[in-house]
């Protein structure tokens, strides 16, 4: 069977992980691209409407204020637990990650390039002082006291904020401490892009690979999909886990069509 396959094509080799909302989806943080998701409401916010306009940077931490806590209290599933046994073992020696939510690292990965970037820190875009979100949440708190009530409780997208209609008018957004700039979470919005370093430090991972292991991604988004043309330009092995097709299954040696803590454990328990 694939998952048989997939543990020979993964043995003895330098594995780099391209993870994506899949991985996280049985954490509780939901995938809006998977097969049975229905699609938001709302598109996702566009980095420049956040820059440019107020009024979307105050619809914005309204939405992740209600939207925070289940984020932050998501815990790492079978999957995270599986790829950092793998790091451990010397098996899986990067992972680039598209997911934001922090949870590989929770599970104990340390070879970890977050692509979009963390919702656990916020930058001023002003100075680039960097502060924690759980430190930005108690201030949006105490400045919206009327917001703060548990009732406002609502299904939390995987950007962080919440499906949630309300007037967003009152609502005060808070600014750097440091320079009075405009913070916002250092990651990386639709229409933005992903910073240098970052991408230097992705390639430098992704030059290690002797097999891509695709885990939990549709790759629909390109700062994703380019690692798996690179492979297949390179003959670099590509192996995609995931449920329901993805962009990159054409230039894959194989696709296990799966949930990935399934796969991941088989992998885990045959590798390690
Ligand atoms: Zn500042």
């Not at 229905?38 to 306009?53: A, L, T």
């Not at 925070?68 to 790492?76: D, G, L, R, S, T």
């Not at 934001?100 to 070879?111: E, I, K, P, Y």
């Not at 994703?224 to 990159?248: C, D, K, L, Q, S």
Request: glycine share 8%; charged share 20%; aromatic share 6%.
């Amino acid at each position: 069977m694939a998952v048989e396959t997939l543990i020979e094509l993964l043995r003895g080799k330098r594995v780099v992980a391209l993870t994506g909302a899949g991985c996280s989806t049985e954490s509780g943080i939901p995938d809006y691209r998977g097969i049975d998701t229905p699609p938001r409401k709302r598109p996702p916010i566009q980095h420049r409407e956040f820059v440019d306009r107020p009024e979307w940077r105050r619809r914005y931490w309204a939405r992740s204020m209600i939207g925070w806590p289940k984020i932050a209290a998501a815990q790492p599933n079978a999957t995270h637990a599986a790829l950092a046994a793998l790091e451990h073992a010397g098996v899986v020696v990067g992972t680039i990650t598209q997911n934001v939510d922090g949870l590989h690292q929770a599970a104990g990965s340390t070879a970890i390039v977050e692509l979009h970037g963390a919702l656990a820190r916020v930058k001023c875009l002003a100075c680039e002082t960097i502060v924690s979100r759980a430190e930005i949440q108690q201030r949006l708190r105490a400045a919206n006291p009327a917001w703060s009530r548990d009732d406002h409780q609502n299904e939390a997208a995987p950007d962080g904020d919440a499906e949630l209609d309300a007037e967003y008018d009152a609502f005060v957004v808070v600014d750097c401490e440091a320079c009075g700039g405009t913070l916002m979470p250092d990651v990386v919005f639709f229409g933005g892009s992903v910073p240098r370093a970052t991408l230097d430090a992705a390639w430098a991972t992704f030059d290690r690979a002797e097999v891509l292991l695709v885990v939990g991604s549709s790759l629909t988004v390109f700062s994703g999909y380019r690692f798996v043309r690179r492979a297949a330009e390179h003959g670099v092995p590509v192996a995609i886990v995931n449920r329901g097709p993805t962009r990159g299954d054409p230039h894959a040696q194989l696709c296990v069509d799966a949930v990935s803590s399934t796969a991941l454990l088989a992998v885990q328990r045959a590798l390690t």
